[in-house]
């Protein structure tokens, strides 16, 4: 049981590449989340999938596309890659989107633009 | 707007003592609030969840309040040890998905 996995670990891009991160858990859950992390902003949260077929933004979309592929797969693409979304992306999964869910984390990418 | 506040300096303190870190939340009306613990480089780890009629939750060494009259909850962790190292981060849901708060940083020294 791996849990969330998050591929790949690391990553640099020269501006304006693309790039597809992925996500994939094996917990049966329907809810997956992309966060991202910088310093002194905490987790912010880019897009959802409350279930399997629907996706939506969250709280910092522009710049980014998800696919929620199947139950247990979520990617989240770049375009057109900016220094400014130099991050830690972390995904996320959980049971459902109740409020009394908890979240389960991958152990993140850290993408670097240049 | 809603807004999660943590401590954003560090907490040093000594092995053996309790730490005591502070969630203060606005323009929320949550049910439930949780607590996530973030070790350098990794994602955060889900440790408590609290419901509004809670008053207290214990799990070991670790103590949950959440007063919704102040809008706070304190996260106390007891006899202390290097090991609880790590940033903690409460978390409230929105509607459709967790915030969380930016964190506070904790460092056990012996």
């Known amino acids: 049981n791996a849990g969330v996995t998050q591929t790949p670990k690391f990553q640099v891009l020269k501006t304006g590449q693309s790039m597809t991160l992925q996500c994939a858990q094996d917990?049966?859950?329907?809810?997956m989340y992309w966060y991202r992390q910088d310093p002194g902003m905490g987790l912010r949260l880019i897009y959802y999938?409350?279930?399997?077929?629907?996706?939506d933004k969250g709280e910092v979309p522009n710049g980014y596309n998800v696919s929620r592929l199947n139950k247990r797969e979520f990617s989240l693409r770049l375009e057109s890659a900016a220094p400014s979304q130099t991050s830690v992306y972390f995904c996320?999964?959980?049971?459902?989107?109740?409020?009394?869910?908890?979240?389960?984390f991958g152990p993140g990418t850290r993408l670097t633009v240049l | 707007s809603q807004k999660i506040e943590q401590n954003s300096e560090a907490l040093n303190i000594q092995e053996g003592k309790t730490a005591t870190l502070t969630c203060n939340y606005t323009?929320?009306?949550?049910?439930?609030l949780q607590w996530y613990r973030q070790d350098p480089g990794r994602g955060p780890v889900f440790l408590l969840l609290?419901?509004?009629?809670?008053k207290e939750k214990r799990k070991e060494r670790l103590k949950v309040t959440f007063d919704t009259t102040l809008k706070q909850s304190l996260f106390h962790i007891t006899a202390s040890q290097p090991a609880d190292s790590a940033t903690y981060l409460c978390?409230?849901?929105?509607?459709?998905?967790?915030?969380f708060g930016k964190g506070t940083s904790l460092l056990v020294t012996p």
């Open positions: 999938s409350a279930s399997e077929g629907t996706t």
């Open positions: 323009n929320y009306s949550p049910a439930y």
């Open positions: 978390a409230l849901h929105s509607g459709y998905a967790l915030n």
């Open positions: 917990m049966n859950h329907n809810s």
């Open positions: 996320a999964s959980s049971e459902a989107s109740d409020v009394a869910d908890t979240q389960y």
């Open positions: 609290i419901r509004e009629n809670e």
